[in-house]
Every structure is written in C-alpha cells, then in structure tokens.
C-alpha cells in the first residue's frame, strides 16, 4: 500500500497538479481595479496639492465612499500615530505627554483604503522541496480629515511577483506514505503561511 502511495506521489508531482489560494480584501470602490484606484488616488492627491478644500462630500463625489466595506475608520489620536508613530504622543524620554488636548485631537479622522488580490500557487504533492509562487497587487490609501475637510493623504502599492521554496529534505514523500490525507492539507498549511506578503498591510492594512 506505501509503495502505491509513493507512486501515485512521483504520479501526481509529475504532471504538475497544484494547489491555488486567492487572498482578497475588496472595498468595491473604483470597480474593485487597482489601476483605477491609483489613478483616482493621483487625481485626488493632485487637487489637494493645488491648495483645493476637499470636504467629505467631496470625497464622496470623487468616488471615496468612506463608509464601504473595508474601509476602516480610525480615530484622531490613533490615526496620528499611524502617520507618525507613537513617539508623537511621548516626550524625549519615551514617557506620554501629560499636556495632550484630546478635544484638539478629536477633531480628526483617518479612513484606510485597501485593495488586495493575491493568488498564491504551490504543488499539491512534492517530495523534498514545495514551491511557492505569489502574483497580484495590494494598493493601501490612508486619508485624514479635520473637521470633515481633507488634510492629509498617503498611497502605498506593491505589485506582488515572488517566489518562495521550503526544502526539507523527503519531507513530502514521508508525509504522504505515513498519511495520504494529510498531504494536502500539510500543503494548505504551509500556503496559508504566504497570504501577507509585499507591505504585510493586510487586512486591514496598518499604516505604520
């Protein structure tokens, strides 16, 4: 029966058979493409940029729809961190400053904006070494507004083109013959484990 096993693994490895995970966080705005969510990001980026007041509303009618699915909302003082780190809140020595105006702060709100669709590829069966492949693209936008008006904007995009390997030597071979179904899912494991790549922002992104 174990020689069945091993020979149905040289079988299955020969022709290639492979397992696909697709990993997505979709928001729906811009037709869910990340060309035309960059592009929009650009187009808003340029507005602001020439000292134009962009308002809630007017984010709504450039397509930011800020209360879609995914789309995290971010209170004040923690949105500045993610901006600028904890350290904004800390004097020199790394204690928090007692002087901070939490009213001042309140007046802010930060939105993340991600999009990601990453299909993740790898043998189903393999004897010492499992290869994993990585294609797509993961776009984060990270706006800030006070008082409802625009103040601050950041992108971040990364195409996701990468191969990884994972070699233990027979590793495939021994897990198949000892327990056939548990090679598939030995395999799924370790996919799972490549889910995050590129900015590792997902999902939701942090913006720190």
């Known amino acids: 029966m174990k020689a ?19 990993s997505t966080v979709e928001t729906g705005l811009f037709e869910n493409n990340p060309e035309k969510i960059v592009a929009a990001y650009e187009n808003l980026e ?9 308002t809630f509303q007017d984010l709504e009618h450039l397509g ?14 923690f949105a500045l961190k993610r901006i600028f780190g904890d350290a904004v809140f800390r004097d020199k020595n790394g204690v928090e400053k007692p002087d901070i105006n939490l009213e001042e702060f309140s007046k802010y709100r930060g939105y993340s904006i991600p999009y990601q669709r990453i299909e993740i590829t790898s043998d189903r069966i393999y004897l010492s070494e499992l290869e994993v492949l990585q294609k797509g693209s993961q776009v984060q936008i990270f706006l800030l507004l006070k008082q409802d008006k625009l103040c601050y904007c950041d992108l971040r995009a990364v195409t996701i083109d990468t191969r990884y390997s994972h070699y233990a030597l027979l590793e495939g071979l021994i897990v198949a013959i000892r327990n056939p179904g548990k090679a598939a899912l030995n395999t799924l494991q370790k996919l799972e484990e490549y889910q995050r790549p590129g900015l590792k922002f997902f999902a939701p992104i942090p913006i720190d």
């Open 64 to 77: 930011f729809n800020l209360k879609a699915p995914n789309v995290e909302a971010v209170p004040g003082t």
């Open 46 to 54: 340029k507005r602001k940029l020439g000292d134009e007041i962009i």
């Open 4 to 22: 069945l096993v091993a020979v149905a693994l040289l079988s299955a490895a020969a022709t290639g058979c492979t397992s696909v995970i697709t």
